[in-house]
Each structure stands twice: as C-alpha cells, then as structure tokens.
C-alpha cells in the first residue's frame, strides 16, 4: 500500500467512525426515513441507470429492470423493518432487591449495531447485491455506516447508484459520511478496508477464492472481525424415484430453463443433478438433450467470468469419466458462454472431489446412482450449499426420509419441486448455508434476518431509566414487542 492510498484509507474509516457516532443515535423512525430516501432517489434514476448497467454487465433491459425494482424493495422492506422496532430483540427482567438468598439484578438486553462495515458489490447483481443492495440496506438498518467497494466490472453503475444515496443522505439530514464509496479496483485496498482497525465488519458475494482471502485478512488482524461471504454453491437438485418417473417431461422443462437461465450466473443455479438409474432418468436425459441443444448462447457478465467459464468446461470435457449430455448447437463468439451438460457415475464422482466445485455459468453435471444407497452417500460427500431441492412425491418424501434428512443438513434453504434459481426478498428467506457456500451458515444476505450480521447483543445492568436506550425504558415509548420478566410484552 502506498502513502497516499493509506491515508485515503485511514481518511474514510476515520469519517464512516465520526459518522457512527452519531448515525446509530438516530431515532428509529428517521432511519426508516433515510433507507425510504434512497429508494425514492433510485427509483428517480431508474431511466438513467437502466441503460448504463445494461452497457456494463451485458444484462438484458428486463433483467435488470426487474433487479432495480428489487433492490428498490428491499430497501423498503428494511424500512419498514426499523420502523416497526421489535427486531432488536429487547429483553427485560425487572430486579428483585427482596429475593433471598441474593438480591435479583435489574438486566436488560438488545442488539446494538457494531460500527463501521465494509461491503464488498457483487458482479452478477449490479444492483440488488451490490452499491444499495441487500448488504448495504442491512447494515443501514442496523445503525451501522457503510462503506462501498464497488465492484469494477460495473464502475459507472456503482458511481451513479452512490450519487443518488448521497441525495438520499442530504435530503434525510443524515450525518455525512454515513455512506461512503471507493472505486478503485486494485487487489489492496479491498485488505487495507479489512484489515483497517475501524473496520467492524464485512459483507461480500462472489468467488469461494475471494471470500477466503477476506476470511484470511479479517483473522489476521489484532481483533479479528466477522466476514459474511457468499461464496459458491452447485445447489443439488435430487430426482426422487417416484416424482423421476411420473414426472421425467417436467423435470426436462424446469431444469433446461433453471441451468440457462442468465447464461447461469446465479449463485442458485443448479449445477448438481443427482438421479437413480431407470427408464425415466433415460427420458429425463432425451428431453435434456434437446433442451440443452437449443438454448441460444448470451453474453456473460465480463471477459474474467467467461474465460473463467471457458477453462472450468475444457477441464471437465478432458475428464474420461465425464460423458457430455448436451451443448448449445448455435456457434458462441465473443464473450457468449456455450451451455453444456454432462452426466457421471456416482461411483466416479465420488472419486473427484474437485466435481463439487460450482462453474459459475450455464452447466450443470447429472450423477447417476445405482440404487438410493449410492444417492445417499453421494449427498453425504457434498459440502455446505445454500440450496436443494426435492423433486418428489409426497410417497416419496415419506419413504426416503433418510435422504431428506441428509439434504436438510448441506443448505440454507430445503425447496420441493420448484428450482433453486429465483430468490424471494421477504422475512423467512434464507440466502445463506453452511460452508463453503458461505463464511457463516447462521446467517443470510436476503430477507430482514440479514440485519442481524451487523450487530451485537448489549446487556444492560442495574441501569437508571434515564440512561437507558428508549428501547429498554419501562414507559416503551417506541412501542415495540419485548420480553418482559420471559412474558411477551408491548
């Protein structure tokens, strides 16, 4: 890191602390306020960054148009989720100076935001996982400030996103610098953000290489810090016997559709297919075929993610064990990615653990097991993911409870005959699973449980009511549900 990099560093953190300080005393309705800003100055720039975003990420017009109304919402929903106030998790237990055989203290307890994060965008979501997205919302929710690593691979996007979160911060007289943004794209100064002293905490989505060098740098430090990365899944999807064989046509139309679906640039794409061998899986792998054939190339997000793409199927067509299913039959050039599948036995993929490792684009490997025993200790080999699905019958979730129980273990989020891609923002929505697929399986990057990642439970004892949060006063001026002596209370 040179001189002036590091002081522009140390500058920022000491502006986002200043800012803390006074944005985390903010009353609760005044936060709801600011987060309903933003979303009303992005909504204002939607024609302007619509366009941009589509020049920079090759993204279609309805893609992200969809994005920036997601992004929009889910700032709203956090509002909504500060206004209302109970999140903080207030907990009372009025003292007892009477009790014998030692006086009962007065306790009480809630969550309090952590200070200044670090939020790293991401390159597959320009908006909704990036500058004003789920991360960022989260942790302006919490109390905490924030600043943006933008991602390079969409700079104008991120620059225009921030320009209109700072008209935000002004016209909700928010303090300066509750948020901030650094373009610059060099490997450094996303460590020196990490590792800066200030720095309390850390949002990210993107490879499993690039959240583990965060990892690496956040417990390196003299205080080691919480990173919540996503990192990669090939999120699963299992064919139970009975739903394979009623049902192999269906199968054919949602699985050719989810694996292509954005050129696969979704951290749900399924890029795992596990099967017992039988008539329908022969239909299943017919239907594929054709499907797989005429999906049209697209352009991928960069010129990175595609030859990234490029190198991970060169190595899976050397593989002898892996037989190729299907590939696009239309040409690609440029930065297009060919969808491709291929199928594998199981007794194969277990012998290569590298299989397991997400291809960020339109592919997807298809295991096929001898008998439900293979299947399990297939499930059982695979790591951490944020998704799997069952695609079974009732009869079938009722007869291989064994293997459910064992999908119940490797993810965030348990879908039954629907596909992984597609994410619903809203308070039970778990985007998150156990590692690798991310730093923390307790936690999430979508849904309100995400505000959660940027705070910490204070206890309060033997406080006079003045000195207390309003959260915890016994007038409850908020009005918030609490618990009281370990009895539900407004």
């Known amino acids: ?67 920036l109304s997601r992004t929009v919402n889910q700032l709203k929903m956090f509002a909504d989720l500060v206004q209302e106030g109970s999140w903080v998790e207030a907990a009372i237990d009025n003292g007892n100076p009477q009790r014998k055989p030692m006086p009962k203290p007065d306790t009480r307890k809630m969550l309090c935001p952590v200070g200044p994060v670090i939020i790293f965008g991401a390159s597959n979501f320009p908006f909704a996982f990036s500058t004003a997205g789920g991360d960022t919302a989260s942790a302006l929710a919490s109390g905490s400030t924030v600043v943006i690593k933008g991602h390079p691979a969409h700079t104008h996007t ?65 205080t080691p810090i919480p990173v919540y990365a996503e990192m990669g899944s090939v999120n699963p999807v299992v064919f139970y016997p009975e739903y394979l064989a009623q049902n192999a046509t269906e199968l054919v139309k949602k699985l050719a559709a989810s694996i292509t679906l954005g050129m696969g640039q979704f951290c749900t794409n399924p890029g795992l297919i596990l099967a017992i061998d039988g008539p ?47 590939t696009a039959s239309q040409l690609s050039t440029g930065i297009q990615a060919m969808p491709l599948v291929g199928k594998i036995n199981a007794d194969a993929f277990l012998e290569n653990e590298y299989l397991q490792e997400e291809v960020f684009g339109p592919y997807s490997l298809l295991v096929i097991c001898k008998n439900t025993g293979e299947l399990k200790d297939v499930l059982t080999q695979i790591d951490g993911q944020l998704t799997t699905t069952l695609m079974a019958t ?49 936690s999430t990057s979508v ?43 407004m």
């Open 158 to 222: 991120s620059e225009m996103i921030f320009e209109a979160m700072k008209i935000a911060q002004q016209v909700a007289h928010m303090p300066e610098h509750t948020i901030q943004h650094i373009s610059n794209g060099s490997f450094t100064v996303g460590k020196d953000l990490v590792q800066h002293p200030i720095t309390a905490g850390v949002g990210f989505t993107g490879s499993f290489k690039g959240g583990r060098a965060l990892m690496d740098y956040a417990s390196a430090r003299k």
């Open 1 to 67: 890191m040179n001189e002036n990099e590091g002081k522009l560093i140390d500058d920022i953190m000491q502006n986002a602390l200043e800012a803390f300080d006074k944005y985390n005393k903010a009353q609760k309705d005044l936060r709801a306020s600011f987060l309903n800003e933003i979303a009303i100055q992005i909504e204002l720039h939607r024609e302007k960054l619509v366009p941009v975003a589509m020049e920079e990420s090759h993204l279609p017009e309805g893609r992200l148009q969809g994005e």
């Open 394 to 442: 009732e009869n079938d979730m009722s007869v291989h409870q064994d293997i459910f129980r064992v999908q119940q273990k490797i993810a965030g989020r348990i879908l039954v005959n629907d596909v992984p891609t597609g994410v619903e923002v809203c308070s039970s929505m778990i985007h998150g699973g156990p590692y690798p697929s991310t730093s923390d399986g307790r």
């Open 280 to 326: 329908g899986l022969h239909q299943f792998i017919d239907g594929l075929k054709a499907g797989i054939e005429a999906a049209v190339p697209q352009d991928m997000l960069h010129r990175g993610i595609h030859d990234n793409y490029c190198q991970a199927v060169k190595k899976i067509r050397d593989k002898k064990d892996i037989e190729i299913i299907a």
């Open 447 to 489: 849904g309100t449980t995400a505000i959660r990642r940027w705070v910490r439970p204070i206890c309060y004892q033997g406080f006079p009511q003045q000195f207390l949060p309003d959260e915890l006063k016994d007038t409850n001026p908020y009005k918030i549900w609490r618990l009281v002596d370990n009895e539900w209370k």
